[in-house]
């Protein structure tokens, strides 16, 4: 079953929730296959152009230190007159290999929590 909505009409019902939300699923499972072929043709034949866009690939960076190294690394820092704690965080799968409680992290820093709407399986 299809469902139709204008995108400036407001959801009143749980129903017109759901048929919508259904809706989204099947537009972004068809959107990931569509970018998945998109994807087949860039690898063979090199970036798309369209009127607005450029499709292909865009590298990102990123550094991984050792422990040494970042420790070295904190030390320059410091000897350059910053601090490094102010520049260096843990990441949140640090924080997880320690296995402490939110009871003790809270003695050193303060939780932040982001809100991010999206969809996961039940």
Same mark, same amino acid.
Not at 6 to 32: F, G, M, P, S, Y
Not at 45 to 67: H, I, K, L, M, Q
């Given at each position: =079953?299809?469902?139709?909505m204008? %995108? ?13 939300? +259904? ?11 569509m970018?998945?072929e &998109?994807?087949? *043709?860039v +690898?063979? #034949?090199?970036?798309?152009? %369209? ?7 865009? %590298?990102?960076?990123?550094?991984? *230190?050792?422990? +040494?190294?970042l420790?070295? =690394? ?7 007159? =910053? #601090?490094?704690?102010?520049? &260096? %965080? &843990? ?11 939110? +009871?003790? &992290? ?10 991010? *709407? ?5």
């Open positions: =079953m299809s469902f139709t204008e %995108t400036t009409e407001t959801i009143e019902t749980v129903d017109q929730a759901i048929r919508l939300a +259904d809706e989204i699923e099947r537009v972004e499972a068809a959107l990931k296959s970018k998945q &998109l994807k087949r *043709f +690898d063979e #034949n090199g970036p798309v152009e %369209t009127r607005d866009r450029v499709w292909g690939y865009v %590298t990102s960076v990123s550094w991984e *230190f050792e422990a +040494d190294g420790k070295r =690394m904190a030390q320059e820092i410091a000897l350059e007159g =910053m #601090n490094p704690w102010e520049l &260096l %965080t &843990l990441s949140a799968v640090s924080l997880k290999k320690l296995g402490w409680g939110e +009871d003790v &992290l809270s003695q050193y820093g303060r939780k932040k929590e982001t809100r991010r *709407f999206a969809s996961r399986k039940k």
